[in-house]
């Protein structure tokens, strides 16, 4: 039971690149959530999807896509990479418990 | 916007004190939870507690909420170098979606052997 896992560990981007985060859990949760956390800062809410088929805008959406491509799997894309998207990313899963189970993180620089 | 501020920031203590956080917050909530990161790791649940209870405890952590004063605290008991980590209240309904939560920017404790 690995819970909630995330790929790439680290990755370093250019100005305009594109990536896709990877983010798989397999406690059977219907909900999943991508955050960004910023040195200083709390964790926010980029998108969410309570549950397969659905996906919804966070505090933070713009710059980003998501795709819940089945009830394991939520993955996160940049399109263009801009230096302010350089961050830790951190996917979470729950179930209607409301505690959030999250991954070990993704640390994304943009050159 | 952030819901929860903690405070404080930075708290510093021997192994044995008593390390107590607080956390603040700006609208009415269904429940607070907190949370620990320990340095470069994802965080951790630790306890939640709902807008009807006024105290819980789980082993060496006890949490307080006062929904009068929209304001929680987290006390860790005998603290342990182990201890040392980030914690992050937060408080739910963002969108008024269930399960949303919405954190605070956190404490910085440091447990000094």
């Known amino acids: 039971n690995a819970g909630v896992t995330q790929t790439p560990k680290f990755q370093v981007l250019k100005t305009g690149q594109s990536m896709t985060l990877q983010c798989a859990q397999d406690m059977n949760h219907n909900s999943m959530y991508w955050y960004r956390q910023d040195p200083g800062m709390g964790l926010r809410l980029i998108y969410y999807?309570?549950?397969?088929?659905?996906?919804d805008k966070g505090e933070v959406p713009n710059g980003y896509n998501v795709s819940r491509l089945n009830k394991r799997e939520f993955s996160l894309r940049l399109e263009s990479a801009a230096p302010s998207q350089t961050s830790v990313y951190f996917c979470?899963?729950?179930?209607?418990?409301?505690?959030?189970?999250f991954g070990p993180g993704t640390r994304l620089l943009v050159l | 916007s952030q819901q929860g501020e903690e405070d404080p920031q930075a708290l510093s203590i021997q192994e044995g004190e008593n390390a107590t956080m607080n956390c603040s917050y700006k609208t009415s909530i269904n429940n607070l939870q907190w949370y620990r990161q320990n340095s470069g790791r994802g965080l951790v649940h630790l306890i939640l507690i709902r807008s009807n209870e006024r105290e819980k405890h789980s082993g060496r952590l006890r949490v307080t909420l006062d929904t009068s004063k929209k304001s929680s605290s987290l006390l860790i008991t005998a603290s342990r170098a182990a201890d040392t980590a980030s914690y992050f209240c937060?408080?739910?309904?963002?969108?008024?979606?269930?399960?949303?939560?919405?954190f605070g920017k956190g404490t910085k404790l440091s447990v000094k052997p």
């Open positions: 937060a408080t739910d309904g963002y969108g008024g979606s269930q399960g949303n939560l919405i």
């Open positions: 979470a899963s729950s179930d209607f418990e409301e505690t959030q189970y």
């Open positions: 999807s309570a549950s397969e088929g659905t996906t």
